[in-house]
């Protein structure tokens, strides 16, 4: 009788241990495959073996690209916002600089991740927005006007400027100032967004 009920409880353990080996082995080969579904993924968001850019990764560029609206502003920012509520909705700028006889002009200066940074100006609210960067920066108008661009681009796309200088092509009927570095034959390197003036 106690040999019978030895036999079955090793029967029943080794069942047990076996159910339990085999549900493991099963987890382990679901791990592999989703491991390996992931790899195929992260391959396909990676550029082309040729070098072209991967459309995964062009659709990342674009959904990351900031629109500067002449006259009117940027995706979170709009000029004549008080600077309190863009600071509470942005956060805590990388730097504030006051200016001015009585230091009531204030410039909050905000670092993007592509090496452009933003600075709203203004006393309470939002009176300029300047932006610097360099070709590499995720920035440009609506119109298409982007940094890098030559001074012919731009008046290609903006057509005659309200003033033109060496170092800068003015459009005060639009609210956009497109600045140049050097004698301006270099790109763009900054571009002021202000209310329109006549």
């Given at each position: 009788m106690w040999g019978n009920l030895i036999n079955k409880s090793f029967c029943v353990c080794f069942a047990v241990v076996l159910l339990l080996s085999w549900s493991v082995a099963g987890h382990t080969q679901e791990t592999?495959?989703?491991q390996e579904t992931q790899q195929t993924q992260d391959s396909e968001d990676t550029a082309a073996p040729d070098g072209n850019v991967s459309q995964n990764q062009i659709i990342a560029l674009i959904a990351n690209e900031v629109i500067l609206a002449p006259g009117i502003g940027l995706r979170n920012i709009r000029l004549?916002?008080?600077l309190e509520e863009v600071e509470n909705r942005l956060g805590p700028p990388a730097k504030i600089l006051r200016k001015g006889i009585l230091r009531t002009i204030y410039t909050l200066i905000?670092?993007?991740d592509s090496g452009t940074e933003v600075a709203l100006v203004g006393r309470s609210q939002v009176e300029r927005i300047v932006v610097n960067g360099n070709s590499a920066a995720l920035v440009r108008t609506a119109q298409g006007a982007r940094f890098g661009m030559n001074r012919s681009l731009i008046q290609r796309i903006y057509k005659s400027p309200t003033k033109s200088k060496k170092d800068r092509?003015?459009?005060r009927n639009l609210g956009a100032t497109f600045y140049f570095a050097g004698s301006g034959n270099s790109g763009v390197t900054r571009i002021d967004i202000y209310p329109r003036r006549n």
């Open positions: 592999q495959v989703t004549g916002e008080p905000y670092q993007l092509l003015e459009y």
